[in-house]
């Protein structure tokens, strides 16, 4: 015959133990769920004891359940949330969500994503920033920030007792890719360039983007500004075009018209020069109304165009022209360069580029400013002579 089971309850009242037929244990619980609902529930064990610390971690879990903590959160989880809540307070706008939301799902993928945050020692997460050397510094600085957030958040909640990112020895990591170096056409791949545009017509029913990449060309807008321009926004009178907003992506990857542009500096005037002046003129003829009012648009599949759309189109027309393909971004460098080649001050063309600090400027096109010195030490060079020469 089987033996009798045992049951007897716990010296403090808060449970009922009972020594099961094979030996071990149980401890059996009334609690009162997150949602108000009075349960029961069992623990197993071979000791009282081992029962009742069972017990005691999951009734820990549910009481920071209850005060909005989830204790089995992980970082994904918990950067989720944050991205989420700073969209919905306007904290971030639908680009910058979309792009946060990018770059949690690569940690989502690795281990210390599909683990709770509260078991993770500095070795795992020490082990996980080593993997990413293979990425860019631009991915690399999103996705340690997304880590150090989430485990600052974490902290504060009382999720875990220490916050392991706060250590100096986790450094993010650098990319072992080499930084892209700024390519902009030749003077003669630029006359080439434009020569192809000035004779090209566009195959039947097909889109033509030729005249957006001279307006990259001529005034270093990004693709995006330029492909939300409206007509409005040209001031053929007093000569300026108004950058105001920029096409994006949101959450869904559908493009729409963002209010606003890439950075706050990037909301700005473009003075228009004769070879930009033409441009506009010409795609102020070929204007047709829309249900945006876009200066440019896809009629033929009634959509907003986008930056890729005009990239392909960009790297057929280098392949044409013989000039190697480095992004249709080249254009807005090629602007730039000519601007300093010009001799235009730095701090006007940060204002022309839209750049948020004259750093930015400075750094970009270091080998083009460096490239000046020889022409500029010639004019400082005949400047000095006419001055001690002069009667």
């Known amino acids: 015959m089987a033996k009798p089971k045992k049951q007897f309850r716990n010296e403090k009242g808060d449970g009922t133990f009972r020594q099961r037929t094979n030996g071990t244990f149980e401890y059996r619980i009334v609690y009162v769920d997150e949602y108000g609902e009075t349960k029961r529930k069992s623990f197993y064990g071979q000791s009282d004891i081992l029962c009742k610390e069972k017990a005691e971690t999951f009734l820990y879990r549910l009481e920071k359940k209850k005060s909005g903590v989830d204790i089995d959160a992980t970082i994904p989880d918990i950067a989720k949330d944050k991205a989420k809540s700073d969209f919905e307070k306007n904290y971030t706008h639908e680009q910058g969500y979309s792009r946060n939301l990018y770059t949690i799902a690569i940690i989502e993928k690795s281990a210390i994503g599909k683990t709770p945050i509260a078991q993770l020692s500095e070795s795992n997460i020490d082990l996980f920033l080593r993997t990413l050397t293979h990425y860019s510094n631009s991915t690399i600085v999103k996705i340690y920030r997304q880590i150090r957030i989430a485990f600052r958040i974490a902290y504060d909640k009382g999720i875990i007792t220490k916050n392991i990112m706060a250590s100096s020895d986790m450094k993010c990591p650098k990319s072992s890719k080499t930084n892209k170096k700024v390519f902009a056409l030749t003077k003669e791949e630029q ?33 995006g500004e330029i492909n939300a321009l409206k007509p409005e926004n040209i001031d053929l009178k007093n000569n300026i075009i108004k950058v105001r907003s920029t096409v994006s992506r949101n959450v ?102 839209g750049h948020t600090d004259i750093h930015i400027t400075l750094d970009t096109y270091a080998d083009v400013f460096n490239s000046m010195h020889n022409d500029s030490i010639s004019k400082l060079g005949d400047y000095i002579n006419k001055l001690e020469n002069a009667n």
């Open 252 to 353: 869904n990857d559908k493009s729409f018209i963002k209010n606003g542009t890439k950075t706050y500096a990037g909301i700005r005037d473009i003075p228009i020069m004769d070879s930009l002046r033409t441009v506009l003129v010409a795609a102020l003829e070929q204007y047709s109304e829309n249900q945006y009012g876009l200066l440019f648009y896809d009629d033929k599949n009634d959509k907003i165009i986008t930056t890729s759309q005009v990239n392909c189109f960009f790297q057929r027309v280098c392949e044409k022209c013989c000039i190697d393909y480095r992004g249709q971004h080249a254009l807005r460098h090629t602007f730039a360069t000519r601007c300093i080649e010009a001799n235009v001050p730095p701090v006007v063309l940060k204002t022309w580029l």
């Open 191 to 223: 006359k080439s360039f434009v020569e192809y545009l000035e004779n090209y017509k566009a195959p039947q029913n097909r889109n033509e983007y030729k005249l957006q990449l001279l307006i990259s060309l001529y005034s270093g807008m990004r693709m």
